[in-house]
């Protein structure tokens, strides 16, 4: 039988560091009209029949809202994002996260890059690579494949891959999709995905029938979606769901995508926050051609992604791979066990082996770690821990050296 665990990332390292350029948190669709708003997963009294929704809030006196006054998570004082507590899920001890989208930390801004994403304009993974890069062009890819597939041919310089996230952990499986491909890893960026309802101008709430979206997207917001009672539609991906609703004029019909979804294709948006769980972040990785075009600063702190192959003995596996790094005092920030027991619950695990003679050759192997480690792969203590690893492991190949970037950036 197959199965999948992950030791992700302390949530503490998920909380943002403050940079230049910083903006102010979205306001509640709900704060915009006049009256209460009505509530799906709150209180609401005295609902104006033509007023907004507001998601995971409370309507009473005005007082929930992502600019309520309320206490501050991360940091001292009484005094949060613009001078307020933000609240979110109607609780102020969750933040919604108000943090620079300005590339920061020195790092080029990608001016001249183009970099592939799954999904139409707008789609969250579009943000983040413009967030990641803000000077790139985007180009707009059906399948995660084809943005794959465009940097090897050379139409896209990089490409974006949502790999894990706080809600699915790794369930998009795109590190399987990395693995088949001979790029590395240039770049990561933690994005605060938010939620919105998105309707056609004029649309109220109440006549909204169904709800389309990503798969993922309408998990993410089920609790909300059954206290509006309507039905729900999978679609290829968030911005999709948005085109269709707009190209289509489709009135009893909306859709959960991203506040900037709203300002491309001018729609309403009905709700804030619509998602089930308030700490929200994915992880994206952004790939490029070997050998890695990012020159990486003197002062930063440096990632190393890498897969580790065997074919038995898994948990002894984990030990020795665990030792090599603890006994050089190298932490990991990522640990993910795949295996694949006879049953054939799961297919074998395809690897690119860019080291074999001639053309990269495909192997499957039925035992796979996916490890992260702090410190570039030249450090002489990594290194060291990678050739032990190589001793007893059939199969090593490093993804990705590259900045580590614990700052959560926001949609806004």
Request: proline residues 6%.
């Given at each position: ?8 990332l ?12 910083t903006?102010s948190s979205?306001?509640?669709?709900a ?5 209460a708003?009505?509530?799906v ?15 995971n809030?409370?309507g009473k ?10 206490q501050?998570v991360?940091?001292?004082?009484k005094?949060g994002v613009n ?10 001890d969750?933040?919604?996260?108000s ?18 994403f799954q ?32 940097v090897?041919?050379g ?5 974006i ?5 706080t809600?699915e ?6 590190y399987?999709?990395l693995?088949?491909?001979d ?6 960026i933690?994005?605060?995905?938010h ?6 101008p004029?649309v ?11 798969p993922?997207?309408?998990a ?9 009672g ?8 968030t911005?999709g769901a ?7 004029r489709m009135?009893d ?7 900037r979804?709203?300002?491309l294709?001018?729609l ?8 089930d769980?308030s700490?929200n ?21 440096f990632?190393?992604?890498m897969v580790?192959a065997?074919r ?11 030792s090599?790094f603890?006994s050089r ?5 990522k ?17 690119l ?5 001639g053309?990269p050759?495909?192997?499957?192997f039925?035992?796979?770690l996916?490890?992260?480690c ?18 007893f ?7 990705g ?7 959560v950036?926001?949609l806004?």
């Open positions: 039988m197959a199965y999948t665990s992950s030791l992700p302390p949530k503490h390292l998920l909380l943002p560091r403050t940079r230049r350029n903006r979205f306001v509640p669709a704060a915009k009209t006049n009256g708003a009505p509530q997963n709150g209180h609401a009294e005295n609902v104006p029949h033509n007023s907004k929704v507001q998601i809030g409370n006196g005005g007082r929930s809202g992502v600019n309520g006054k309320g501050v991360n940091g001292h004082g005094k001078g307020k507590g933000a609240h979110v899920n109607g609780h102020v969750r933040i919604h996260l943090v620079s989208t300005g590339g920061g930390g020195g790092r080029q801004d990608g001016t001249g890059l183009r970099v592939a999904g139409a304009p707008g789609a969250y993974s579009e943000f983040a690579a413009k967030t990641a890069l803000p000077g790139c062009d985007t180009v707009p890819c059906r399948a995660f494949a084809d943005a794959l597939a465009a090897e041919r139409g896209a310089d990089r490409a891959l949502p790999v894990e996230s809600m952990g790794t369930a998009l499986r795109n399987d999709l693995l088949r491909h790029l590395v890893v240039a770049q990561e933690n994005l605060f995905v939620y919105c309802l998105l309707a056609m004029g109220r709430a109440a006549e909204v029938r169904r709800v389309i979206s990503h993922m997207a309408l993410h917001c089920g609790r909300a979606l059954a206290r509006l309507v039905d729900r539609e999978p679609v290829e991906d911005a948005v085109e269709m609703l707009r190209s289509n009135l019909t909306a859709a959960i995508a991203s506040p979804a709203a300002d294709y001018g309403d948006v009905l709700a804030h926050g619509l998602q769980e700490w972040v994915t992880r994206f990785l952004l790939l490029s051609r070997p050998p890695s075009p990012v020159t990486l600063p003197g002062d930063a702190d990632k190393t992604s580790v065997h038995g003995g898994s948990m002894m596996v984990v030990l020795k791979v665990l090599a603890s005092s190298i932490n990991l920030t640990l993910e066990v795949i295996n694949n027991d006879a049953d054939g619950a799961r297919h074998p695990v395809m690897i082996d860019t080291s074999a003679r053309a050759t495909l192997r499957a039925p035992h796979v996916y490890v992260d702090e410190g570039a792969a030249h450090d002489p203590r990594v290194h060291e821990a990678i050739q032990e690893i190589e001793r492991a059939v199969f090593v190949r490093v993804l050296c590259y900045a580590a970037d614990t700052t950036y926001d806004q």
